[in-house]
């Protein structure tokens, strides 16, 4: 299985600023996504994080918003821009072989 | 619609009772399903999927699962739980083609001393 790392692990941050999360990965994998989970609730898919090209983003989500980089094989990152309230979330990147997804530890933000 | 659900948002049981966390889905194939848990703070760990093959699957820390397609249901099973099974637990599953996960609400789980 893949062991993945994400930084940073928590944040605070101020309405109208970006935060850019990464995402390591042990070991080369094919897919990445990246997920939200709002407080109290289950998990979102927010894109498919695509090495080589542009993400594929789920309903509801944007790349002005969201924008997402997959430079190699085991490395993302996802960026949350001009952020709200609505915005604190836990953020969970996941990387998947074989139909099986991984996920990392998370990154708790809270928006001010 | 095609969807995961788990109906029960929070499940108490006493150490070394047995324990069975529901799961439903809503599909017209069999899905690829899985269940994670997530303890406080941390990320979601697999403890086991069914893919196809035998419906009784083996996972990690004592937890197996069974499919059932009459039921449409992958419910969660642990003989006898031990206080650090406290966690939230998430029934995902691919319903259809590419790679996006479908997850359950989760169920809440307390254990008792």
């Known amino acids: 299985s893949a062991v993945i790392s994400q930084k940073p692990s928590r944040d605070i941050c101020q309405r109208g600023t970006s935060l850019t999360i990464q995402c390591q990965v042990d070991?080369?994998?094919?897919?990445m996504f990246w997920y939200r989970q709002q407080p109290g609730q289950s998990l979102t898919l927010i894109a498919t994080?695509?090495?080589?090209?542009?993400?594929?983003?789920e309903s509801g989500f944007v790349i002005d918003k969201f924008p997402i980089s997959r430079p190699n094989l085991t490395f993302s990152t996802l960026t949350v821009s001009n952020m709200s309230p609505e915005d604190s979330s836990i953020y969970l990147c996941?990387?998947?072989?074989?139909?099986?997804?991984?996920f990392g530890p998370g990154t708790r933000l809270t928006v001010l | 619609a095609q969807s995961v659900t788990q109906p029960d948002i929070h499940i108490t049981v006493s150490e070394g009772a047995s324990l069975e966390l529901r799961c439903n889905y809503s599909y017209g194939a069999t899905p690829y399903l899985f269940w994670y848990v997530q303890s406080p703070g941390q990320g979601l760990q697999l403890l086991l999927k069914y893919f196809s093959g035998d419906t009784l699957v083996q996972g990690i820390k004592g937890f197996e699962a069974e499919f059932k397609r009459s039921q449409s249901s992958f419910n969660l099973r642990k003989p006898s739980v031990h206080w650090s099974d406290a966690a939230e637990y998430f029934c995902a599953g691919k319903l259809g083609g590419g790679n996006k996960l479908t997850f359950g609400t989760g169920t809440q789980l307390k254990v008792e001393l």
């Open positions: 994080a695509n090495q080589g090209s542009e993400a594929t983003y």
């Open positions: 070991s080369q994998v094919t897919m």
């Open positions: 996941s990387a998947g072989e074989a139909d099986t997804q991984y």
